[in-house]
């Protein structure tokens, strides 16, 4: 009986096999240049647990160091990946942001769905910083590097790593050493609001075996987005972030190192980067009202917003040796997090009212939507290491974390309670309270969550000959329980618990073969996962302007929790350096089970999460260094990547969803390319010149998976407010356009320490459209986030 293939399988072959032709060509050419007159990549990285140089990690990692990311002209995280192949940062406001790698992404997570856990996991060194959707956007001066991790690495970083994980590496406090910087700059966005910052950071000897390392910055951004309205205003989106960060290293003896650390950052932001192109008070439909068509970089508020994100970290890393072969290592951090997202709800209030039948006085209530999480955190990593030379190396350990994070939603909306007692009699606001006092809510909610995880876990590789060999895995055991309480004439009126668990082992296996001296392959096949969860409610009495089981409650209200997603990523990759270049490439391809959806429920106000049968993604990757003459330095990052469900769901679903056969993954390009150029040459003793220039391209994208059906998409709006009819609609393309970006700088290096940088970023001053956002399933307001307009600088920066 002949075995036939599936087509799934046929895919992954042929991929597989095409990169394999290219792993082997490359190596040839990569052979004919003489050992001796290579120059290798000294970038030492921890990806592993333990210090290696960036080629001989046998995975897929690249490395930004300080040194590129001032050549980009990089400032965020955003910045920086738009230059690391296969990693994605999705814009959705200031201090919200969502990170994918390798187009593992399940849609737009937004700020009231707390449950939901992160697909890239974020450390700051040792210790985790991840966060869904509020990805801390840490500032990037002092960094040693940023290093990004392709693939699943749930063996040794846990859950929240199934598509990969960042860690910024910041520089450590050095003994015997004297040495510091300070920065200033100047910039002007958008030709109308001044940014700056003043940074520092000090190293000082504390005699012979201790040392402290400071860190301080203030950031002022410049805001590009006007606002029509009673609250309008020109850049109303400016913002500033704040913060610094002390570490004190102890070595009392050889072998034994202590350094505790606290991190303070803070950041403000007096708006959001939303362009609107449809708000129920300001439209092109309406005949009582002033008829409003949105220009770029407009949008419409009867109130000011703002975002505060303000985090306190203490860590402390331990390290000692037991013997000459065997390292211990201890990691235990603390975080306290508070954030506040403080919107401009009343085009969502209004249009419910508008649907409940209020007057006109009713509808034009400013409202505030104020969510805010309380996050604190404890983990705790216990590590054992081999440090010797011989072939077999290996690291074992626990870890632990203890998260609690409240969660709560008010909906101050000064005068609600007297319009809705008129309308539904007296004492309604206080029959619907369920105890929240504030009647002129209508809508609370409280959420705490309690989040425990246990894991152990260990890696080993053996070296024989030129291959080695490697294998590990983690075992977890994972339990939450939540609180949902609400209240307000938008609520269900809830009160009730949850709890979801889980547990399960992570494996990864990776074999690596050494070429030459300066090539080698390397493949591996990786099982990574993202922890479930539940579902909140849904606001029921918003779903199909509040008829009784309406076609949106009955089609979204079923799911209740969601399981664990996982993945499975098989890649093959090689890594070759020669004389003034380097090459590392990679394809891949990710089998991806119970991908975990966020889907806009319709009319009703709300979010849901639920698994997707089957998904994958695969793709190709390469970064490419040159050095053709003494000073010039040429870099290339690319990917290819194709994202896609690989299931249908049933009837109504699949429109409703987006989630049909083919279909492409949310917010994911299939083709991002970077390329970066510089350029050193002296003038005279003791001054250089530079001159520095950067062009990135990323793909279009969708925001959502339903984005994909029935696109351009018409909204009918369904509101008869301010002479607007209901049948009023507007018409919108959800496919995000590419967008092309060109970083210029130019400037000149002192050997005293002192250097001077301008700068153009966004030469051409392209509008980048980041994601799509919509109110009340896009009844209320359209619009989108967009990035920052061209931007001139001037920094001026000593080191001593």
């Known amino acids: 009986m002949r075995h036939r293939f599936s087509p799934d399988s046929v895919r992954r072959l042929r991929w597989l096999a095409g990169i394999s032709a290219i792993a082997i060509a490359m190596p040839a050419a990569a052979q004919d240049v003489p050992a001796e007159e290579t120059t290798g990549n000294e970038i030492v990285v921890t990806a592993t647990k333990r210090d290696q140089t960036i080629q001989d990690v046998p995975f897929s990692i690249n490395a930004q160091t300080a040194d590129d990311i001032e050549k980009s002209g990089s400032n965020s995280?955003?910045?920086?990946?738009?230059?690391?192949?296969?990693?994605?940062?999705?814009?959705?406001?200031?201090?919200?942001?969502?990170?994918?790698?390798?187009?593992?992404?399940?849609?737009?997570?937004?700020?009231?769905?707390?449950?939901?856990?992160?697909?890239?996991?974020?450390?700051?060194?040792?210790?985790?910083?991840?966060?869904?959707?509020?990805?801390?956007?840490?500032?990037?001066?002092?960094?040693?590097?940023?290093?990004?991790?392709?693939?699943?690495?749930?063996?040794?970083?846990?859950?929240g790593s199934v598509g990969g994980t960042i860690r910024y590496i910041t520089n450590q406090p050095r003994l015997g050493v004297t040495e510091g910087a300070v920065e200033g700059n100047v910039n002007l966005v958008d030709g109308d609001d001044f940014g700056g910052h003043l940074k520092g950071a000090v190293n000082l000897p504390l005699g012979e075996n201790a040392a402290l390392r400071a860190v301080g910055y203030f950031t002022r951004y410049g805001g590009f987005v006007d606002a029509l309205g009673p609250a309008g205003g020109e850049d109303v989106n400016d913002g500033e972030r704040y913060g610094g960060r002390v570490a004190l290293t102890f070595e009392p003896s050889a072998g034994f190192r202590i350094t505790p650390?606290?991190?303070?950052?803070?950041?403000?932001?007096?708006?959001?980067?939303?362009?609107?192109?449809?708000?129920?008070?300001?439209?092109?439909?309406?005949?009582?009202?002033?008829?409003?068509?949105?220009?770029?970089?407009?949008?419409?508020?009867?109130?000011?917003?703002?975002?505060?994100?303000?985090?306190?970290?203490?860590?402390?890393?331990?390290?000692?040796?037991?013997?000459e072969a065997i390292e211990l290592t201890s990691v235990t951090s603390y975080i306290d997090r508070n954030i506040l997202v403080s919107r401009d709800a009343s085009a969502l209030t209004g249009s419910v009212s508008v649907d409940l039948g209020f007057p006109a006085a009713g509808v034009l209530l400013p409202s505030n939507l104020r969510d805010t999480t309380d996050l604190q955190t404890w983990t705790q990593e216990l590590r054992l290491a081999s440090t010797g030379e011989g072939p077999f190396q290996w690291v074992v350990g626990g870890f632990y974390s203890d998260i609690d994070r409240f969660y709560r939603q008010r909906l101050p909306t000064?005068?609600?309670?007297?319009?809705?007692?008129?309308?539904?009699?007296?004492?309604?606001?206080?029959?619907?309270?369920?105890?929240?006092?504030?009647?002129?809510?209508?809508?609370?909610?409280?959420?705490?969550?309690?989040?425990?995880?246990?894991?152990?876990?260990?890696?080993?590789?053996?070296?024989?000959?030129?291959?080695?060999?490697?294998?590990?895995?983690?075992?977890?055991?994972?339990?939450?329980?939540?609180?949902?309480?609400?209240?307000?004439?938008?609520?269900?009126?809830?009160?009730?618990?949850?709890?979801?668990?889980?547990?399960?082992?992570?494996?990864?296996?990776?074999?690596?073969?050494?070429?030459?001296?300066?090539?080698?392959?390397?493949?591996?096949?990786?099982?990574?996962?993202?922890?479930?969860?539940?579902n909140d409610p849904l606001n029921l009495p918003l779903c199909d302007n509040g008829v009784p089981n309406g076609p949106d409650a009955m089609l979204f209200g079923g799911f209740q929790d969601y399981d664990d997603e996982t993945l499975w990523n098989y890649e093959l990759g090689m890594k070759a350096q020669g004389r003034g270049f380097t090459f590392n490439a990679a394809g891949f391809y990710n089998d991806i089970k119970d991908l975990q959806v966020t889907l806009d429920a319709g009319s009703c106000s709300s979010r849901i999460v639920f698994n997707t049968d089957k998904a994958h993604s695969m793709g190709f990757e390469a970064e490419v260094g040159f050095q053709p003459a003494d000073g010039l330095d040429l870099s290339i990052a690319?990917?290819?990547?194709?994202?896609?469900?690989?299931?249908?769901?049933?009837?109504?679903?699949?429109?409703?969803?987006?989630?049909?056969?083919?279909?492409?993954?949310?917010?994911?390009?299939?083709?991002?390319?970077?390329?970066?150029g510089s350029y050193e040459w002296p003038v005279s003793d003791g001054m250089d010149a530079f001159v520095n220039a950067s062009a990135q391209h990323v793909g279009t994208r969708f925001t959502q998976p339903a984005d994909q059906e029935n696109n351009p998409r018409t909204f009918v709006h369904g509101l008869p407010f301010g002479g607007a009819p209901a049948t009023a609609a507007t018409t919108v393309d959800l496919k995000l356009p590419d967008y092309q970006l060109v970083n210029l700088s130019a400037g000149v290096r002192m050997d005293n320490g002192l250097s001077l940088t301008a700068y153009i970023n966004n030469l051409f001053d392209e509008n980048p459209i980041l994601s799509f956002d919509r109110e009340r399933g896009g009844r209320a307001r359209l619009g989108f986030n967009i990035g920052q307009p061209r931007t001139f600088g001037l920094t001026a920066r000593k080191e001593f």
């Open 77 to 159: 995280l955003e910045d920086v990946a738009r230059n690391v192949a296969g990693l994605n940062v999705q814009n959705l406001g200031p201090g919200q942001s969502q990170v994918s790698v390798r187009g593992v992404s399940a849609g737009q997570v937004v700020r009231d769905q707390p449950g939901v856990k992160e697909q890239v996991g974020v450390y700051l060194d040792e210790s985790v910083i991840s966060l869904s959707l509020f990805t801390p956007d840490l500032d990037l001066f002092d960094l040693n590097r940023v290093e990004t991790l392709r693939g699943p690495q749930g063996t040794l970083f846990g859950s």
């Open 638 to 676: 690319g990917s290819i990547i194709e994202a896609e469900f690989d299931s249908t769901l049933p009837g109504a679903f699949a429109a409703a969803t987006g989630i049909r056969n083919g279909n492409r993954l949310p917010s994911v390009p299939k083709f991002q390319i970077a390329a970066t």
């Open 414 to 534: 000064p005068g609600y309670q007297a319009f809705t007692d008129a309308r539904f009699g007296a004492g309604t606001s206080a029959a619907v309270a369920n105890g929240f006092p504030n009647l002129d809510s209508p809508y609370n909610a409280d959420l705490p969550y309690d989040i425990r995880q246990y894991a152990v876990f260990g890696e080993g590789s053996y070296e024989f000959g030129r291959f080695t060999a490697t294998a590990g895995a983690r075992y977890y055991d994972f339990k939450e329980e939540r609180e949902f309480n609400s209240g307000g004439l938008f609520s269900n009126g809830d009160n009730r618990s949850d709890r979801t668990s889980s547990n399960g082992v992570s494996p990864r296996f990776i074999l690596s073969y050494e070429v030459s001296d300066d090539v080698t392959v390397n493949a591996q096949a990786a099982k990574g996962f993202r922890l479930g969860g539940v």
């Open 261 to 323: 650390r606290v991190v303070y950052q803070k950041v403000e932001a007096d708006g959001f980067n939303r362009q609107e192109i449809y708000n129920l008070y300001a439209n092109r439909f309406t005949t009582t009202r002033p008829q409003v068509i949105f220009d770029e970089r407009e949008q419409y508020l009867l109130l000011r917003e703002a975002f505060e994100d303000e985090t306190i970290l203490a860590d402390l890393t331990a390290s000692i040796g037991l013997g």
